[in-house]
């Protein structure tokens, strides 16, 4: 049974700073690329940052592009989001998946608050 269990979130100031992790269980880790991805209030959930499984290449919403960073340990089978700069609208619940996302591996999320 795959397992992705997202952590790290909280309520911080805008301007701040969090990182988010996420372990996986169940499946091959280096088999798979890796995502995060958010669903604000009211929206529809969205693609965050994405890596690839060996060589580890990056990709980023515009939205976040210079403020976040995607990183994996395939050894702690973990992916993590380094988030700088947070501003209200990054807002949301914030979820890990492969990349494409596998609509069966969604976990609970992790909320992160930013007040302004």
């Known amino acids: 049974q795959v397992q992705l269990v997202e952590s790290g979130g909280g309520l911080v100031q805008a301007g701040g700073s969090l990182r988010l992790s996420c372990v996986a269980s169940g499946l091959t880790f280096t088999g798979y690329h890796m995502g995060w991805f958010r669903r604000a209030p009211g929206k529809e959930r969205e693609f965050v940052a994405a890596i690839t499984r060996i060589d580890r290449s990056t990709s980023y919403a515009d939205s976040v592009k210079g403020r976040f960073t995607i990183s994996r340990d395939n050894a702690k089978s973990t992916v993590y989001l380094q988030m700088n700069s947070l501003q209200p609208e990054d807002t949301a619940v914030y979820y890990c998946?492969?990349?494409?996302?596998?609509?069966?591996?969604w976990g609970q999320g992790t909320q992160v608050t930013v007040s302004s």
């Open positions: 998946n492969t990349n494409p996302p596998i609509t069966a591996y």
